[in-house]
């Protein structure tokens, strides 16, 4: 029984991290950008958030129906600013670009947080738990789960089903056949962009609800959202959702055989995934009808 409460809490931990993959498997999946800055705006807008928390009292609800548009905002503005002045068939400069901006925010978020870790209350939920059988579930993480789920449908959706989805993976496949069209590529970035940003607001009230969070602490966030996008395959956002999944098991189940193991464990079964299977978990989206 002891495995299982393991794998149900990997699952749970994978539903925290998908808040973030799926946003890069949006950027780096589909549309090719390296976003080196992708767990920096995490913590940041986290960071905000306990802010926004301390100074008014505001709940971790309304302080995500304030982060949401906040995040879509700094996304459409940084992707304007930035990535669409520097990308192309290359993606060295995107990387370079955003990895300068990493390096920006994480001494901007020093200089104002200072490397102290903080947090953002969640009331009672963040300590509720309903019984499964002989098995506790956390409330707060079983909903961070369920977002999670719900984001990735509606993501996947929007790609598949939406002329913005099929704007975007045009311009994804050949950027100059796509502006030739008629598409407006710069404008299908920057709006791509902001949604991925704006997930990425959710994804810090749940982070700082369910765990502490620090300036720090962005390049983690970046590597499980890389992992998840690589090993769940290439412009598929289930794909991501399914590769954190296995992270997230694989940590929880590593730190179960002892402490220090969880996160080497779940380095280490990515690199499994992608020697068996470099194609990744999932089918891309990019091309598809």
Avoid at 206 to 223: C, E, V
């Amino acid at each position: 029984m002891n495995w299982v409460d393991a794998f149900i809490q990997g699952l749970l931990l994978g539903g925290l991290y998908a808040q973030y993959a799926i946003g890069m498997a949006l950027m780096f999946g589909v549309m090719r950008i390296v976003n080196i800055a992708h767990g920096d705006l995490v913590i940041l807008l986290g960071l905000i958030g306990i802010a926004i928390a301390a100074l008014t009292g505001a709940g971790s609800g309304l302080v995500a129906l304030l982060l949401v548009p906040l995040g879509a905002v700094i996304g459409w503005l940084l992707q304007r600013g930035i990535p669409n002045r520097v990308v192309g068939a290359d993606p060295l400069p995107s990387l370079i670009a955003t990895f300068g901006l990493s390096i920006a925010l994480q001494n901007l978020m020093l200089q104002i947080w200072s490397a102290d870790p903080r947090s953002m209350s969640a009331a009672s939920i963040g300590t509720m738990s309903v019984p499964v059988g002989p098995i506790y579930v956390g409330v707060l993480p079983a909903i961070i789960f369920v977002s999670a789920i719900i984001l990735t449908a509606g993501l996947h959706g929007l790609l598949r089903h939406s002329s913005f989805g099929r704007a975007l993976r045009a311009t994804a496949a050949d950027r100059e056949a796509a502006a030739l069209s008629g598409v407006d590529t710069k404008g299908a970035y920057a709006l791509a962009t902001a949604i991925a940003v704006a997930i990425l607001g959710l994804a810090a009230v749940f982070q700082a609800a369910r765990t502490s969070i620090a300036p720090a602490d962005g390049g983690s966030q970046l590597l499980f959202a890389f992992e998840a996008v690589i090993s769940g395959g290439m412009g598929s956002i289930w794909g991501a959702f399914f590769g954190v999944m296995v992270l997230g098991v694989a940590q929880v189940v590593g730190s179960r055989l002892d402490p220090g193991w969880g996160i080497l464990l779940g380095h280490v079964v990515f690199l499994v995934v992608l020697a068996m299977r470099p194609q990744g978990l999932g089918v891309s989206v990019r091309g598809a009808a």
